[in-house]
Nanobody
């Protein structure tokens, strides 16, 4: 069982930055493939960024050049650095883990096989 706990969500102005963190349990964190997704009320969950067990990263087009996903294996923590935030980035952000990474690179940000999800952290961007 892997537990994921997101933090760092906040209310900010457009153009500002935030860093989200996701603390994970488990002794094999370095082997996990992980990602960030977001969801607004009334819409489906959208993959935002993902990182595989070799450090390759994937981003949805709307955040490329603004968001950066990273992992610190020593701290069992996943990050999402978000710069130049826009009102349309407003959403609940969730981190997720795929513990065996099967076919992870085939799907990029649109991963259908995450095994574990966190409860989310809210990001609100005002214009």
């Amino acid at each position: 069982q892997v537990q994921l706990l997101e933090s760092g969500g906040d209310s900010v102005q457009a153009g500002e930055s935030l860093t989200l963190s996701c603390a994970a349990s488990g002794s094999t964190f370095s082997e996990y493939c992980m990602g960030w997704s977001r969801q607004v009320p009334g819409k489906g969950r959208e993959g935002v960024a993902a990182i595989d067990d070799e450090g390759r990263t994937y981003y949805t087009d709307t955040v490329k050049g603004r968001f950066t996903i990273s992992k610190d294996d020593a701290k069992n923590t996943l990050y999402l650095q978000m710069n130049s935030l826009k009102p349309e980035d407003t959403a609940m952000y969730f981190c997720a883990a795929d513990v065996d990474c099967a076919y992870f690179s085939d799907y990029g940000v649109d991963q259908p096989n995450y095994d574990y999800w966190g409860r989310g952290t809210q990001v609100t961007v005002s214009s």
